[in-house]
């Protein structure tokens, strides 16, 4: 009884990603098996309050959820996951535009999930207008069928994630920007007020079973934004950019914390990772934030996700998330994207800072936002530091 009114005193939160950390591809790590059986207790509950949150994009978090179950051998409800798109949850302000969206999975069914009401898919657009698509020279597009119905303007873009077919993408979401929001008409000449663009997923790489890391959704933003700014010469602009490390998702994946624990007081959450420029980067943001947000306390100023040591804008939720945690610690383990002997690259005579930097245009590398709390092997080594310090704490309470 004292030890678990101790932990409602001091209750301790774990953030797990999940590709490079749990998973390669289709396959478990073995030390994420073992790491799970010590964070359970005797009724296999978790010991803490733990998320999943992964910058996957192409399915349900139901799904997310089934899938890590198996795979794991650990029950995991859907409210313990996070995937790239779920803070678009709180963007009520978009629900009712019509947005089309890029991206792999059943994409249209996640943005009905997800609260949207008028979605247009790639497929459809191109459906609509197939003369738009003529990257194949072999097959000469079919004039569109009179009878589709009529699309309406669309009002909006959301990039779940990388498509299957980048060049299609591309070529039709460049269409839409530059007809603001009118692909079946001419280019304007004038470029004002550009659509807004949600934007799911920054991760320039992802490691998957392949020996070396694959290009990620990051990656197509990059060729998107370049073509952008090679037709028009100006920077494509994000209304939000969310996943990892957004700060919003990090609000989001500490408000499902603690739904899990409502009667504790969440104070520490360990943030397990294995990309610097996603899940450190991200985890070290985020407690910058809280630092900030508890230090504003004192002066009545009310801090957002927005911006905070970064230049990445985000737009803030309707539904308000409130941070409470007091620090987040950044734990990087060696069997994902970060490799302990290839360092990142550097240009000949550059300092730190320097460092060929893989995270998003709109990110600011800052030494300190990429240097983990700990450094570990593995995610059974990273259970192990955080079961250690919270026993600690425990005894010292």
């Not at 978009?94 to 949207?116: E, M, R, Y």
């Not at 309406?152 to 591309?170: C, D, S, V, Y």
């Not at 994946?253 to 969440?266: G, I, N, Y």
């Not at 899940?279 to 508890?294: P, S, T, V």
Request: net charge negative; glycine share 6%; aromatic share 6%.
């Amino acid at each position: 009884m004292i030890i678990e009114a101790c932990l409602c005193l001091h209750q301790a939160g774990i953030l797990f990603d999940v590709d490079g950390v749990l998973l390669r591809g289709g396959s478990v790590i073995p030390a994420a098996q073992r790491a799970f059986q010590k964070l359970l207790d005797k009724n296999n509950n978790f010991l803490f309050p733990v998320v999943f949150v992964t910058n996957a994009s192409s399915c349900q978090r139901h799904q997310k959820a089934q899938q890590l179950s198996h795979l794991l051998d650990v029950q995991i409800a859907p409210d313990q996951v996070v995937l790239s798109h779920s803070p678009l949850r709180t963007m009520k302000s978009f629900h009712d535009k019509c947005v089309l969206v890029s991206g792999q999975g059943p994409v249209t069914d996640i943005a009905n999930t997800l609260g949207f009401q008028k979605v247009l898919s790639i497929e459809q657009l191109k459906e609509k207008h197939p003369l738009l698509d003529m990257v194949e020279h072999k097959k000469r597009p079919k004039v569109a069928s009179s009878q589709l119905p009529t699309l309406p303007k669309i009002e909006a873009i959301i990039l779940f994630g990388e498509p299957i077919r980048w060049e299609t993408n591309l070529q039709l979401l460049i269409d839409v920007l530059l007809t603001n929001g009118s692909p079946g008409c001419e280019y304007e000449s004038h470029f004002s007020a550009q659509l807004p663009v949600l934007a799911c997923n920054m991760d320039l790489m992802w490691m998957a079973e392949a020996p070396s890391p694959r290009f990620g959704h990051g990656m197509f933003m990059l060729c998107l934004e370049s073509v952008y700014r090679k037709l028009t010469g100006l920077e494509l602009q994000y209304q939000a950019l969310l996943g990892k490390p957004s700060l919003l998702t990090y609000q989001y994946a500490e408000h499902l914390l603690r739904l899990q624990s409502p009667t504790c007081k969440l104070t520490t959450i360990y943030a397990v990772g294995d990309n610097l420029t996603t899940d450190i980067y991200g985890a070290n943001l985020y407690n910058r934030y809280l630092a900030q947000q508890h230090a504003a306390m004192t002066t009545s100023t009310k801090y957002v996700a927005q911006g905070t040591g970064s230049q990445m804008t985000t737009v803030v939720p309707e539904a308000e998330l409130v941070s409470a945690a007091a620090q987040c610690h950044s734990i990087l383990v060696c069997t994902g994207v970060y490799n302990p002997r290839s360092p990142l690259p550097s240009n000949p005579g550059s300092t730190i800072t320097e460092k060929v930097f893989h995270g998003h245009r709109d990110l600011v590398l800052e030494p300190d936002l990429v240097e983990p709390s700990h450094v570990v092997e593995d995610v059974e080594a990273a259970v192990d530091l955080l079961l250690q310090r919270e026993d600690c704490m425990i005894r010292d309470l």
